[in-house]
């Protein structure tokens, strides 16, 4: 994948495109991203090879379990390289959490080939612990330390930093494409499509677990924005990022309530990747967020 523009600090960002950020606040802070991908019927596909259309005929056609891959470490590598030659001596690599994806692990053996092969370049390699738009916060928490002027460590320590405190709880459309990725047994698929859950699911501190089982979209919606409230701090202090995938119209209106409700600093709106997408499938609708105090 091309490198995003330059940004205005000495410290080059790279992470994984699990982050899901959006595209101009990539190019906004020079942010390279290293493509996740995915397996359907035997082919591979890396995040943003297929347009959402396609992708989504792909997954609706595949004939057995939709599996989602890491990047392997010569990809990383090949990233340190490039950030190199154009005249980067300091690199912080930050990747999704560790208890869900190897990706920390390839990105670290890139870590140690690069110091092996590349004199003069320092890479740090920094597991966020997050998924998603908490992963992707913590990315922009380091991105805008360093602009700020702040050294490597003192940026990987504001990525640990919000990557530890923030939240993430979502609510599935449906949970076929979570069986076709062979999370979940078929009997939890049949169970759920006839009593019509929407499983709302929250993402913390490592854990996965169901945050309610409401049977309409409206309800899990609702149930989206009163975890928020519940945890949500001083307005002033509040970042907050919608998620979804093939939600738009949702995402929207969930991201009008968010801010009639908690008045956030900051309120984005952003699609989830195709990866992300293989386990969510469409109507998928997410809150991530985090507060300036601990």
């Not at 890491?70 to 999704?96: K, N, Q």
């Not at 949500?232 to 929207?252: C, I, K, N, S, Y």
């Not at 984005?268 to 105090?293: I, K, Q, R």
Request: with cysteine; hydrophobic share 45%; aromatic share 6%.
């Amino acid at each position: 994948m091309p490198l995003a523009r330059a940004s205005t600090t000495d410290i080059a960002l790279v992470t994984d495109s699990s982050a899901c950020l959006p595209r101009a606040l990539i190019q906004e802070y020079g942010i390279a991203v290293v493509p996740l991908a995915f397996l359907v019927d035997g082919e591979l596909h890396h995040d943003g090879d297929l347009s959402p259309e396609e992708f989504q005929r792909r997954l609706d056609a595949a004939r057995g379990p939709v599996t989602t891959t890491v990047p392997a470490p010569g990809e990383f590598l090949d990233t340190f390289r490039r950030l190199h030659s154009a005249g980067r001596r300091e690199i912080l690599c930050l990747t999704l959490s560790s208890r869900y994806s190897g990706t920390y692990s390839a990105a670290l053996n890139a870590a140690e080939m690069a110091a092996n092969e590349i004199a003069g370049l320092k890479v740090r390699v920094v597991d966020t612990g997050g998924l998603a738009m908490t992963h992707g916060f913590a990315v922009l928490a380091a991105a805008r330390a360093a602009k700020a002027g702040a050294g490597l460590e003192a940026a990987a320590d504001a990525a640990a930093g919000v990557g530890a405190r923030a939240h993430l709880v979502g609510a599935l459309d449906t949970m076929r494409f979570l069986v076709k990725s062979g999370r979940v047994p078929w009997i939890v698929q049949w169970a759920a499509s006839l009593l019509h859950i929407k499983p709302v699911l929250v993402a913390h501190d490592g854990q996965v677990r169901s945050y309610g089982r409401p049977r309409t979209m409206k309800t899990a919606l609702s149930r989206l924005l009163r975890y928020l409230e519940e945890r949500a701090g001083p307005p002033g202090q509040l970042h907050v990022a919608v998620m979804h995938f093939g939600a738009r119209e949702r995402a929207d209106e969930l991201a009008a309530r968010v801010a009639e409700a908690v008045r956030p600093a900051e309120l984005m709106v952003t699609e989830f990747t195709t990866v992300m997408s293989v386990h969510t499938g469409p109507g998928f609708v997410g809150l991530a967020f985090y507060s300036d105090t601990p």
